[in-house]
């Protein structure tokens, strides 16, 4: 019985650890895996790296093509998109 009192602080603290810490980061991460997700051509993003573009062609599900300027495109990869300013609305079928 002894033993176990000694774990039980270091038990509450990884509990504490996992409330404050790891679930918030998970629940970021899915956040923005759906975004990356949900990305479509015409969309105003932000990279990671601060350059703001429009998405002017989805090539496949790991890079898009982003316009920063007339005539000025680059290909960006899907995961440094840090988020997307605003977003388009879905063709009508």
């Given at each position: 019985m002894d033993a176990f009192a000694q774990f039980v602080p270091l038990i509450l603290i990884f509990v504490i650890m996992y409330f404050l810490l790891i679930r918030?980061?998970?629940?970021?991460v899915k956040e923005h895996q759906a975004m990356i997700a949900a990305l479509r051509r015409?969309?105003?993003i932000v990279t990671q790296g601060g350059l703001i573009g429009k998405i002017t062609k989805v090539k496949d599900e790991t890079e898009v093509e982003v316009e920063l300027?007339?005539?000025?495109?680059?290909r960006v990869v899907r995961p440094t998109i840090a988020q997307v300013r605003s977003k388009t609305e879905p063709a009508k079928e």
């Open positions: 918030p980061q998970q629940k970021k015409g969309d105003e300027s007339d005539g000025v495109k680059v």
